[in-house]
């Protein structure tokens, strides 16, 4: 009978390629966002492309961002409501639901909400492009796609995200106010006073920088893995870009989640 020999070493082998993997990869994440940023600032600047986009990532993500907020906001209210009475603190619903939604919330929601609308999309856009060869006929016309396709993007989350998660912040408020005041008879003037007293201008500038933060990852994670999309082992053609629309929604997900917690450590 053959013996199979066991290397003791190929586990940790294995788990150091693949953390050289992953810093590479975070490496060429960080490269093509840069070089994305410098193309937002070159001259002439690609004004209607930014604005084409923030209607696509911006106005047409309108809608879900207040049916998600709105809910959001009622059930937060409801969920808060029953644990504020064992202890007697109704009182304080408004300013609870209010630093849970601006905080935390509101930022992570929008963007796992535009992870899904329009995250994918341009994945998958990006990566039709890569494969049909449409991005090298613009090497060929001397017109750079960086920035041409990646920095308008860039651009216009900038913009997008604080504008969206702002108004999930006030609909979200919203929805509270209909489940506390409206369904479960708080006085309206202690649900706005305490809100008024307890939130303060640091909380909402935290939720705005998350949200900037946010926009950054989501498009950048987005664009590189449909840019990209050729380079991929898994598959090529139309299973490579299937590919590369879903690792974009999961990996921004998760970059989301992880930044969140980072970045919460550094705001409190």
């Given amino acids: 009978m053959d013996k199979v020999s066991i290397n003791p070493l190929g586990g940790v082998s294995a788990l150091g390629r693949a953390i050289i993997h992953l810093i590479q990869e975070l490496g060429a994440v960080f490269v093509f966002f840069l070089s994305g940023v410098r193309h937002i600032l070159a001259w002439p600047p690609e004004v209607s492309k930014a604005v084409h986009q923030v209607y696509f990532i911006g106005v047409k993500s309108v809608f879900v961002i207040l049916l998600v907020g709105l809910f959001t906001g009622m059930v937060l209210g409801l969920q808060l409501y029953y644990t504020l009475v064992k202890f007697g ?6 300013a609870g639901v209010a630093l849970s939604i601006i905080r935390e919330l509101g930022p992570v929601l929008t963007a796992i909400m535009i992870i899904g609308r329009a ?6 856009e990006i990566g039709i492009m890569r494969i ?8 060929t016309m001397d017109i750079n796609p960086i920035r041409y396709l990646i920095s308008p993007r860039i651009l216009a989350s900038l913009i997008s995200f604080p504008l969206l998660t702002a108004l999930f912040d006030v609909v979200g408020i919203i929805g509270g106010y209909l ?10 003037g202690v649900f706005f006073s305490r809100m008024e007293s307890l939130v303060v201008v640091a909380d909402v500038t935290g939720g705005f920088v998350k949200a900037l933060f946010f926009g950054i990852i989501v498009v950048t994670i987005c664009c590189y893995q449909g840019f990209y999309v050729h380079q991929r082992a898994g598959g090529h053609g ?6 590369a629309t879903t690792s974009a929604v999961v990996l921004s997900s998760v970059a989301v989640l992880i930044s969140d917690y980072v970045l919460t450590s550094f705001l409190l």
């Fill in 89 to 94: 603190s109704e009182g304080v619903l408004g």
């Fill in 119 to 124: 995250g994918s999309a341009m994945a998958a």
């Fill in 132 to 139: 049909t060869e449409q991005i090298d006929a613009l090497f």
């Fill in 179 to 188: 489940t506390g005041v409206i369904l479960l008879g708080i006085n309206p």
């Fill in 238 to 243: 139309a299973k490579g870009v299937s590919l």
